[in-house]
């Protein structure tokens, strides 16, 4: 991470605007303390990964690193259909 004092910012702006579409970090102080970042955009997918991403840059919150596991095949249920049980039992209570 690049550190810059508010004035040197000021006075090379388009140089710190480059290193941040490079990729860089510019944390931003004020007298010797911290006071901004400049970052790049995420270049995200959706609007609900960007928050995602928001989040987990807060530490708010852990991305997942795993892809889910593939759908679970149906089990065979011996008998009938489980809606035909259950109509059935319904037409017995009447």
């Known amino acids: 991470m690049?550190?810059?004092g508010a004035r040197e910012l000021k006075t090379r702006l388009g140089t710190y605007l480059r290193?941040?579409?490079?990729?860089?970090v510019i944390l931003v102080t004020e007298r010797g303390r911290p006071v901004a970042e400049l970052?790049?955009?995420p270049t995200a997918a959706s609007d609900e990964e960007a928050k995602l991403l928001e989040l987990a840059a807060r530490g708010?919150?852990?991305l997942g690193t795993a892809r889910l596991a593939p759908s679970i095949e149906p089990v065979p249920v011996r008998g009938g259909s489980v809606a035909n049980t259950i109509v059935e039992e319904r037409n017995d209570r009447c």
């Open 2 to 4: 690049v550190t810059v």
């Open 19 to 24: 290193r941040v579409r490079e990729g860089s």
């Open 60 to 62: 708010l919150v852990t």
């Open 39 to 41: 970052r790049p955009l």
